[in-house]
């Protein structure tokens, strides 16, 4: 399972499982320190990406309304 802020670049390893949260900045995959209801949204989304089967190096973009960049 992969969380991933560059989408192109991680698609090349094709992994088996991958979400990128949409607008996080490098170093943020989780969301801004302190920001639990985020970074548990994000764990959360992997966590539910992880039981469901998909087609290995498709990376699924979200949203996270709790993000502000």
Known sequence: M???LDKDQSSVMRPSRAIN???FRFGHSLGKPF??????????????RLIQKGE??????MA??????
């Open 2 to 4: 992969l969380i991933t």
């Open 21 to 23: 949260p949409e607008g």
């Open 35 to 48: 920001d639990r209801v985020t970074q548990h949204a994000v764990l959360q989304a992997t966590l539910n």
């Open 56 to 61: 290995p190096g498709v990376i699924e973009t």
């Open 64 to 69: 996270f309304s709790t993000y502000m960049g």
